[in-house]
């Protein structure tokens, strides 16, 4: 059974006319006796009574009428939906970032997407980068913000630099003030809050630490980004957290860079080699590179003229 057969069929049904069907559907009459014809052979019934030139349904005709008219008319919707999509008028776009990133880069820019595209959905998905390395890599992701290099062994992923950021030491504001830029060597006394594992601030930290031959000691681990600095904030400990967060940080913290060559991390944009984003994941990454072309995040470090992988 063809489409078009059904078409043809329903044509006929609505205007019992065979010649008025075809001027309908823009065919020659005999094509489409033809393919009724067919549809009647393959379905092992006649679907039209043709006795003195009156055309009428059978039973079998009957039967299929409401089947045809709903199959056409999901045809439809589908033709309706794709072109949508095709025009972003509808979609979603699954985007995952750390939550770093979700409080200081991403607000802007995606009211930005969504002012463009609003009858996109915009599905956040937050956690550690290895969390979302591992979420691309199976499926469930379109694009994340990731930390660079990845680490080894990960999926094929295809990757573009989008910033590069120096970390930062946050205290308690009610605690003694360093005299000045901290040495990672003085963190060897001093208590850490520190991320739950999966985060990569934790593996910078930990691995930085015992590069100056010592293990950092933790007052309290396992948190969230909010929950850090929640923590730093009562006075359990000091962090090491990105440079545009602690800008954000709030009263009650105070912000010290980490004397040079400090800590520095770079922020890329990943999605999976073997599948092409969707289109409407196509259309943030682009922002998101076009902004990086444009200078847009702060403390980049990256030259303009950066291309889309």
């Given amino acids: 059974m063809q489409f078009q ?24 009459q005999p094509s489409l006796s033809q393919q009724i014809r067919a549809l009647e ?6 679907l039209f009574s043709r006795a003195r030139g009156n055309i009428a349904l059978t039973d079998a005709g009957e039967a299929l009428l409401p089947l045809a008219r709903r199959i056409l008319a999901d045809a439809d919707t589908a033709r309706q939906e794709v072109q949508e999509l095709a025009r972003l008028r509808r979609g979603r776009v699954r985007l995952g970032a750390t939550p770093s990133l979700c409080t200081g880069l991403l607000p802007e820019l ?13 599905l956040i998905e937050e956690g ?36 590069h950021e120096d970390l930062v030491l946050v205290s ?20 850490l809050v520190m991320f739950r594992h999966g985060y990569d601030l934790r ?47 709030g009263p009650g913290i105070r912000v010290t860079p980490l004397a040079r060559p400090g800590l520095r991390r770079t922020i890329g944009l990943a999605h999976r080699s073997d599948v092409a ?14 902004s990086r072309d444009a200078g847009a995040f702060p403390g980049s470090g990256l030259p303009a003229g950066g291309s889309p992988p």
Avoid: N, W
Avoid at 221 to 229: H, T
């Fill in 5 to 28: 057969q059904l078409v043809y069929f329903v044509a006929v049904a609505e205007t019992r006319h065979f010649t008025r069907a075809a001027e309908r559907v823009h065919v020659a």
């Fill in 277 to 290: 984003p969707p289109r409407a994941a196509r259309e943030l990454q682009r922002l998101l590179l076009d």
């Fill in 110 to 122: 995606l009211m930005v997407f969504h002012q463009r595209h609003p009858g996109i959905r915009l």
């Fill in 172 to 191: 308690a504001s009610s605690t003694p003030a360093p005299r000045g830029p901290v040495r990672i060597a003085e963190l060897r006394d001093e208590p």
């Fill in 203 to 249: 593996e910078l930290t930990v691995g930085a630490c015992r590069a100056e031959g010592f293990e950092p000691s933790f007052t309290v681990e396992g948190g969230e980004m909010d929950a850090v600095l929640g923590f730093v904030r009562a006075g359990l400990g000091s962090a090491v957290v990105p440079s545009m967060v602690a800008g954000r940080a």
């Fill in 41 to 46: 052979k393959e379905l092992g019934a006649e």
């Fill in 128 to 163: 550690g980068s290895h969390d979302l390395v591992r979420q691309l890599a199976r499926g469930a992701l379109d694009l994340a913000l990731i930390v660079l290099p990845l680490p080894p062994g990960s999926p094929a992923l295809t990757t573009v630099e989008l910033l």
